[in-house]
């Protein structure tokens, strides 16, 4: 069995059985270019070429065996900004990346749920914590590692909570408490500074953001 991982994708391959599968990592851990996968998911052959099919526009990962055409499109990380009497709760992550680093609870969508289950389900899962969702918040474009962060302005709905498996901690933080240098994503510490703006005026618009990688030059 082979590993690979590329940008935003984790390959498994095993010869044996001719078979491939593939997980996005989360945001960030960017490691290499593109790698090609090795085996086909539909027939097994190794017979994969990168070429534009007929009547498309992108380069795509072609069987030369069956014709299969293995798509990958973008993630969607759903999550939420729950509030408590103006206290912001977050998790300290118990995984990585970013192992001990604080952030909102927020994960991959799942298939068949929408993305207001998803907010709901994420923070049950890391912070123990039932909310009640009051508005879009952030939609963060990530472009070099095909994501699109989606998080919802939400009302704690008790004071009991607790750290789920994939997180050590989860507590209410002020606004002058916010651990910004010990927040794990990029994308967490937009959401917090645009919902700290926000609430001096009192109106929180939807915030339609792009985050690029660093190392392209382009301030994220
Ligand atoms: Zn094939």
Redesign the pocket.
């Known amino acids: 069995m082979r590993l690979y991982q590329n940008r935003t994708m984790l390959v498994v391959c095993c010869p044996a059985i001719g078979y491939f599968f593939h997980a996005h990592v989360p945001e960030e851990t960017a490691l290499m270019s593109h790698i090609e996968p090795r085996f086909?998911s539909?027939?097994?052959?190794d017979q994969i070429v990168n070429r534009i099919p007929d009547g498309d526009d992108h380069l795509r990962d072609v069987?030369g065996?069956?014709?299969?055409i293995h798509y990958f499109n973008p993630k969607i990380v759903v999550g939420a900004l729950p509030i408590w009497e103006e206290k912001i709760l977050l998790c300290k992550r118990a995984i990585e990346p970013r192992y001990g680093k604080w952030t909102l609870p927020a994960g991959f969508m799942e298939e068949q749920e929408t993305l207001e289950e998803g907010a709901l389900r994420e923070t049950l899962e890391e912070a123990g914590a039932r909310i009640v969702l009051t508005g879009l918040y952030t939609v963060i474009s990530l472009p070099d590692i095909s994501q699109v962060y989606m998080l919802y302005r939400a009302n704690l709905s008790d004071l009991d909570f607790a750290p789920g498996r994939e997180s050590l901690q989860a507590r209410l933080f002020a606004a002058d408490e916010i651990p910004w240098d010990e927040l794990a994503f990029r994308t967490i510490s937009l959401t917090l500074k645009h919902y700290l703006a926000d609430c001096a005026s009192g109106a929180f618009p939807v915030r339609n953001e792009i985050l690029r990688h660093p190392a392209r030059g382009v301030a994220g």
Do not use: D, I, P
């Open positions: 086909c539909q027939c097994g052959s069987c065996a069956c014709g299969h």
